[in-house]
């Protein structure tokens, strides 16, 4: 895959007024909304998640792959004359590439009303694999912020009809992870929210 590619993406606020809405939305909310999104996107059921067929529906975003100054920075989402970029430090695995777009276009379909008013969110190493936050100022709206990202991007590129799938035909979480191309970490959350597997 071209990891130099620069996509073009917009919100669906025609289907779902998402900043208006996301101010009551529950955990689970996202998630079947992050499902909705990956049917639309991913028709064919494709894995790893087809980021390019965002963009024949939305011209606002931009995304880039790039080396970013702070290593321990995995992605950022910025929000600057009407026009959203993403940036993928491009110096991570391709799997940690692969979620953090996923985790920054959390940030883009629920969160665009904060990310106007605050200019940009940017996401470390431990923003995605832990509770830390990195660079913003309210820990809790951060907190709150960050879980919902994530939600919305494992549902987005590991959709639970999928992953039963492919937990069925490999009973391996290194397999899964390899197949939706995230890190077994990422996968093993994953089956266990879906209860395929206990912690």
């Not at 995995?74 to 970029?85: E, R, T």
């Not at 430090?89 to 920054?104: G, M, V």
């Not at 820990?139 to 590129?157: T, V």
């Not at 937990?167 to 397999?175: G, P, R, V």
Request: aromatic residues 8%; contains cysteine; glycine residues 4%.
């Amino acid at each position: 895959m071209d990891r130099q590619l620069v996509l073009s993406v917009t919100p669906l606020v025609d289907s779902y007024p998402i900043q208006d809405y996301n101010k009551m939305m529950k955990l689970p909310q996202i998630r079947a909304l992050a499902e909705e999104y990956a049917l639309k996107y991913n028709p064919k059921h494709l894995a790893p998640f087809p980021y390019e067929n965002v963009i024949t529906e939305h011209t606002d975003l931009r995304v880039y792959f790039t080396t970013l100054d702070d290593d321990a920075v995995s992605g950022a989402i910025l929000f600057k004359d009407g026009q959203y970029n993403i940036l993928i430090n491009n110096s991570k695995p391709e799997a940690r590439q692969h979620f953090t777009l996923a985790h920054e276009l959390g940030h883009y379909f629920l969160h665009g009303e904060e990310l106007r008013g605050e200019h940009a969110i940017i996401d470390g190493d431990d923003t995605l694999d832990g509770p830390r936050i990195l660079y913003r100022s309210d820990d809790n709206k951060a907190q709150r912020l960050e879980i919902e990202a994530n939600n919305f991007a494992a549902s987005l590129i590991m959709p639970a009809d999928l992953v039963r799938r492919a937990w069925d035909a490999t009973h391996s979480i290194q397999e899964c992870a390899r197949i939706f191309s995230v890190s077994p970490v990422a996968m093993s959350i994953r089956l266990t929210r879906l209860g395929l597997v206990s912690e």
